[in-house]
């Protein structure tokens, strides 16, 4: 019986070595979509400011910037959102305001390590 109850609980522990493949996180958007990514949250903050909250994410991304910023781009793009990139040539980070019509503009910060790190955030207005 030993024997068996081992042989089980071998079983059960390769059966769950097979969960740890990462499918993505999903960050629930201020218009109630779901925004899904590659990746693992670091950081989830809610900050109360002078006309609302800031609600910011960090997420540790598992592709490079470029690839990173192709998928993002593809993900807001399919919820009707449009990219504007803000330009800095005195940082490595690739910024990128998202806009739709009645909702928050949201920004995304991209890193430029391997794999990088996505910081996506937005304010919501006081009701």
């Keep these: 019986m030993k024997r068996t109850t081992c ?24 218009t109630g979509e779901k925004l899904t990514l590659e990746g693992n949250i670091n950081k989830n903050t809610s900050k109360p400011i002078e006309n609302g909250t800031l609600k910011s994410f960090e997420v540790q991304y598992t592709l490079a910037q470029d690839a990173a ?4 781009n593809e993900h ?10 803000q330009q800095n040539p005195a940082s ?18 991209i890193n430029d390590k391997t794999p990088a790190v996505v910081s996506i955030y937005w304010q919501e ?3």
């Design 7 to 30: 042989i089980a609980i071998l079983s059960c522990l390769l059966a769950l070595g097979g969960c740890n493949e990462e499918k993505g996180v999903d960050i629930q958007l201020p």
């Design 76 to 85: 807001f793009r399919a919820l009707g959102y449009i990219a504007s990139e």
């Design 92 to 109: 490595t980070a690739l910024k990128t305001h998202y806009i739709k019509k009645d909702a928050p503009t949201i920004g995304v910060v």
């Design 69 to 72: 910023k192709a998928k993002i």
């Design 125 to 127: 207005k006081q009701k």
